[in-house]
């Protein structure tokens, strides 16, 4: 049976405000795109962090992709599992300013968990590729753009994806918290949250840290 285990609003809200600084002075973000459902919220509470006194709020786009399906247990429990392809769920209007936009940007990926990676490497490898295509269109190929990743957990396994060598390289994917191979369980995902709080008062997610 898959163990699962249990994070709060204030324990998450944490995590992103210890990884900020390392954020702000190594990848210097000019925009974040968050993948969707479990980037969003992460996203927008680095926002809060990152704001730079005298300077705007940095914009965030979103990305919608799936790999997770549901598997019900021997003991009716129903829990998610990764799945062995990446669905598109939304995607930036490839015709419109949205991708014109990413050019000559450093832009920071947002995502919950660095499972499997194969969600993350989708995301980095299409998201280039498109900004690849779009810098030659628009004759703007001088323009370097940068791509980072930041997840809030890291689960310490094998990886079936993979992220460019040159990211992993220059320090440019961080987690704030590397964890043994639970099932965690975001407070979004929760429809009782008093419930999920009270669960994560006796099992949490810390407990499982390696760091």
Not at 73 to 96: H, N, Y
Not at 99 to 107: P, S, V
Request: glycine residues 6%.
């Amino acid at each position: 049976m898959v163990e699962k285990v249990y994070l709060t609003y204030n324990q998450v809200h944490k995590l992103c405000q210890v990884s900020a600084d390392r954020i702000l002075n190594d990848f210097q973000p000019n925009l974040m795109i968050a993948i969707g459902g479990g980037g969003y919220v992460p996203a927008r509470i680095l926002r809060s962090f990152l704001k730079r006194p005298g300077s705007a709020n940095i914009p965030i786009q979103a990305i919608g992709l799936s790999l997770y399906e549901t598997l019900s247990t021997a003991a009716d429990d129903v829990v998610e599992a990764p799945g062995t392809k990446v669905t598109r769920t939304q995607w930036l209007d490839l015709s419109s300013l949205e991708m014109a936009n990413l050019i000559g940007k450093n832009i920071l990926i947002v995502d919950e968990v660095d499972d499997t990676r194969t969600t993350l490497e989708y995301a980095v490898r299409e998201l280039e590729k498109d900004v690849q295509a779009a810098s030659r269109e628009l004759g703007r190929e001088g323009e370097g753009t940068r791509f980072s990743v930041f997840v809030l957990h890291n689960k310490d396994k094998t990886k079936k994806g993979h992220l460019p060598k040159d990211m992993m390289d220059q320090g440019r994917y961080l987690a704030a918290n590397t964890v043994s191979d639970v099932w965690i369980c975001y407070p979004w995902e929760a429809t009782d949250i008093d419930e999920h709080d009270k669960l994560a008062t006796t099992q949490s997610v810390e407990e499982h840290s390696l760091k």
